[in-house]
């Protein structure tokens, strides 16, 4: 195993050279045949024709107390059922992300819609006939439901991905003495991942060993998850997920149907399916946390800022520690001497939440660049112009330098190419018709970080190379993205590499999350091939630095040989791994980008459309030009989701979620979305991981929403605090 501890910066590599020229290229989706004629198999799709049963999920019709008995009499009367699993062993929700296992119901009711019971039966249909005739008493309690009730209770958690308060010198003596002060609430609603396929499984049983085909990001501790909740060891199990129909956060835990599916087939002596209904995973499984924010920004009368702070509430159900962190981005986004920076989680009866896309900065950037905009006006300074004054030259908390940092020629390329100038100067200045036009514009920004991957690579006599990880491929085109990186580094053409993923028998993957996955397990595919090439030089008794591949060709000195070859009809293998070193912690590592939005108003209804919106990132390497912005468009229609219809309605009486599908959960549309336009700026970021990239498909989304609201009121004088912001909003807050 060749292992890389990212202990210092990388030098120049053969991705540099680009003899290949393949690496970065818009290159077409690896599976994307497969996925448009319908043959990549989905969790649920496995055992097609085989003699399997089906699982229905038994839900909770109260937001808190204690199941004292559940009757199942009328269910199993029913033709074809049979088995109903009850119980203590009863996940409570989803697991949290890379935890041991799930939080067990062991008799309690935590929140409206908890799993209670799961039926199992010969077909899908009998499963749901009989689900609904299971009936289960209750001793009903108080319950906590909204998170500005519970706010004055709320807690320190350390449970996130960050401390919950970072300080920097004293804000409050800062503030007051600051010459202008900003002081404002925002408020964020809970949402939904909402991915196209819902939480599914299969399990099968072969005496003591489990296979589980389930629609997860992180194998390796989904697998975990399942062991724990199953009982069994996790040499045990083996978890098969090769194609994911989106994930967004909410399958980095494992959902509560993998667990009863493995119990439910272990009892009934045959595999068992179970894919959760829209209503069931919305209920059932995670959300985002509502959130609660208070930003206060004192600067001097030219708008140098001097202190700043961010306070979040965030909202979890009982015994989870996750909370949303607001207020990531706040802590290097802009310069302050006096900084604070806090995050109290309240408990409350409802879903548990857990990270959804860009946990932290999808909310939290809301709040902060519309206060940005807010305060820009106060100030009279161009929005840019008054990011541009507190463009920091290195980590504001800590003063650790950035790896790299081109948010100012973000700024700069996106006022170019959308035509900033033409802003209208007064909200109400530019009409067409019924409508107001405005221009809107936010910083965007998305911690970067690699996590520990491995991957295999395998070279045959014929010149083929198969790549092996457990690494997930959620619809971000980690297929495609390994694929190229190996045919780049050790000269092959890209139609002579495969990719198997996905599968907890192969060396374990960084799994996809938080903008880790591209960056984490290619960079363990580019050891790996260091590796191999480090076998293929000494076979030809050459230093690796002397020896080209180009075109399926090893070339040093007078000699050009087959690749394939080199082995002499053997197949070479070599493994590699990658782990985070001292980098991480010497430089303040980021991605970043500009967002800008012109949008309509119109001035007799409030509805707000979205007409045009540009994002200038800058992500490091960019490994495939089209996947990644494919990414960014993908972030650009959830921001404008999350500023104008995303609100996952809470029942205040029950803890009930209302819109628990998306005729009423609202996201947008085909109809709503315009002309999407994405710049990807060159940029290498030595610091980063050995293949030079950052993360870009949280970094997209990051900001988005405060562009569109910015624009909102350049067009009609309406700030709304409270979002999503709909157009009765919008109507009661018009000044022209």
Not at 51 to 70: E, H, M, N, P, R
Not at 271 to 277: N, Q, R, S, Y
Not at 313 to 319: D, I, K, V, Y
Not at 519 to 536: F, K, P, T
């Amino acid at each position: 195993m060749n292992t890389h501890v990212m202990d210092k910066p990388v030098g120049r590599t053969r991705l540099d050279d680009r003899t290949q020229d393949i690496i970065g290229k818009p290159l077409d989706r690896y599976e994307g045949a497969l996925k448009v004629t319908g043959t990549a198999p989905y969790s649920h799709e496995h055992l097609q024709g085989e003699d399997v049963a089906y699982g229905f999920l038994v839900l909770s019709s109260i937001g808190k107390g204690k199941v004292t008995s559940i009757d199942t009499s009328a269910a199993m009367e029913i033709e074809g059922v049979l088995s109903v699993v009850e119980g203590d062993n009863i996940p409570r929700a989803s697991a949290e992300p890379m935890s041991d296992g799930h939080k067990m119901a062991n008799g309690g009711v935590f929140h409206y819609g908890q799993p209670i019971a799961f039926v199992v039966a010969k077909t899908f249909e009998i499963a749901r006939q009989a689900a609904h005739l299971v009936k289960a008493a209750y001793e009903e309690e108080e319950g906590r439901f909204k998170l500005s009730d519970e706010k004055g209770r709320a807690r320190i958690s350390d449970g996130g991905v960050m401390e919950s308060d970072t300080k920097r010198g004293d804000f409050e003596k800062a503030f007051e003495k600051a010459e202008v002060q900003y002081d404002e609430t925002f408020t964020t609603p809970s949402q939904s991942a909402s991915a196209m396929e819902p939480h599914a499984t299969v399990a099968k049983w072969d005496g003591d060993q489990l296979t589980i085909w389930s629609s997860g990001q992180l194998v390796s501790s989904n697998t975990t998850q399942i062991a724990t909740g199953v009982g069994i060891e996790e040499s045990q199990i083996h978890f098969i997920c090769p194609y994911i129909g989106g994930g967004f956060g909410s399958k980095l835990g494992i959902g509560p149907e993998a667990v009863l599916a493995a119990l439910a087939a272990k009892k009934v002596g045959k595999p068992v399916k179970v894919a959760l209904t829209r209503q069931q995973v919305y209920q059932a499984t995670s959300r985002r946390s509502e959130a609660i924010q208070r930003i206060r920004i004192g600067c001097t009368k030219e708008g140098r800022i001097t202190a700043i702070a961010h306070e979040n509430w965030l909202a979890n159900s009982e015994g989870n520690d996750f909370f949303e962190p607001a207020g990531v981005s706040t802590v290097f986004l802009y310069a302050g001497e006096d900084r604070l920076v806090t995050h109290r989680v309240a408990q409350t009866d409802v879903l548990m939440t857990s990270a959804v896309r860009a946990p932290g900065e999808a909310v939290g950037l809301l709040a902060l660049e519309n206060a940005m905009d807010e305060l820009a006006e106060k100030l009279g300074l161009d929005p840019i112009e008054f990011r541009k004054i507190n463009e920091p030259d290195k980590n504001p908390q800590d003063d650790t330098p950035f790896s790299s940092r081109k948010l100012l020629e973000c700024y700069e390329e996106g006022a170019k190419r959308f035509g900033w100038t033409d802003r209208p100067e007064k909200p109400g200045a530019r009409r067409e018709g019924d409508w107001l036009i405005g221009y809107g514009m936010a910083a965007g920004s998305r911690k970067n970080m690699i996590v520990p991957s491995s991957a295999d690579v395998e070279l045959t006599a014929d010149g083929r190379l198969t790549i092996r990880s457990s690494m997930t491929d959620i619809g971000t085109g980690t297929y495609t993205i390994l694929s190229q990186i190996a045919a780049e580094v050790l000269g092959l053409p890209i139609d002579r590499v495969d990719v198997e993923l996905g599968d907890s028998r192969l060396p374990s993957g960084s799994g996809s999350g938080g903008s880790f996955g591209a960056n984490s397990a290619g960079s363990s595919v580019y050891v790996a091939c260091e590796d191999l090439i480090a076998q293929l030089a000494k076979r030809l008794d050459v230093d690796p630095e002397s020896l080209t591949l180009k075109d399926g060709f090893a070339i040093a000195g007078n000699r050009q040989v087959p690749i394939g070859e080199i082995a002499g009809g053997q197949t070479l293998l070599a493994s590699g791994s990658i782990k985070p070193g001292e980098t991480a912690e010497n430089t303040h590592q980021a991605s970043y980008g500009a967002h800008f939005c012109e949008v309509g108003v119109n001035a007799v209804t409030g509805e707000a459309r979205v007409r045009r919106l540009l994002t200038v990132a800058a992500a490091g390497r960019i490994f495939n030009e089209k996947t990644a912005k494919s990414q960014c468009y993908g972030g650009q229609i959830w921001g404008i989701g999350g500023a104008l219809m995303e609100d996952l309605v809470v029942d205040a009486r029950s803890g009930m979620i209302v819109n628990h599908n998306l005729a009423e959960y609202h996201v947008p549309v085909n109809a709503d979305i315009q002309n999407l336009e994405v710049v990807l700026l060159d940029e290498h970021d030595p610091y980063g991981s050995p293949l030079a990239g950052k993360g870009i498909g949280e970094l997209a989304l990051a900001g988005v929403g405060a562009a569109v609201t910015n624009a909102i009121y350049n067009a009609c004088g309406a700030r709304v605090r409270d979002y999503p912001m709909t157009l009765d909003k919008i109507i009661a807050g018009m000044t022209v």
